[in-house]
């Protein structure tokens, strides 16, 4: 089983930047796609950005695209999300997922398509 543990959430203005963290309990991240969700008060949860962790392969919601960034640490096992030009909007719980399918070089967006989620990390961005 994998362990995911977001932090790196806050307060933040509008207009300010946030790096979000994922990191695994020791588990070496080759052959898995990990994605970043959110969810808004009141709303679903959304697809925000996915990573290919071999291929490197990235994609992004429409929302975030110039705005957030994904990457990983391969040392590290770290999954981040670079935040950006934050908008109120941009406010939720952010999720990290992970789905193991080695050999895959592409990416999910669904979230029925992960199967292990972290607890999630609170960013609040005011006006």
């Known amino acids: 089983q994998v362990q995911l543990v977001e932090s790196g959430g806050g307060l933040v203005q509008a207009g300010g930047s946030l790096r979000l963290s994922c990191a695994t309990s020791?588990?070496?991240?080759?052959?898995?796609?990990m994605g970043w969700f959110r969810q808004a008060p009141g709303k679903e949860r959304e697809f925000v950005a996915v990573?290919?962790?071999?291929?490197?392969?990235?994609t992004y919601a429409d929302s975030v695209k110039g705005r957030f960034a994904i990457s990983r640490d391969i040392a590290k096992n770290t999954v981040y999300l670079q935040m950006n030009s934050l908008k109120p909007e941009d406010t939720g719980v952010y999720y990290c997922?992970?789905?193991?399918?080695?050999?895959?070089?592409?990416?999910?967006?669904?979230?029925?398509?992960?199967?292990?989620w972290g607890q999630g990390t609170q960013v609040t961005v005011s006006s």
């Open positions: 020791g588990r070496t991240l080759g052959g898995y796609v």
């Open positions: 990573i290919n962790w071999s291929s490197g392969m990235t």
């Open positions: 997922a992970s789905r193991f399918r080695p050999g895959y070089g592409g990416l999910y967006y669904g979230e029925n398509e992960y199967s292990y």
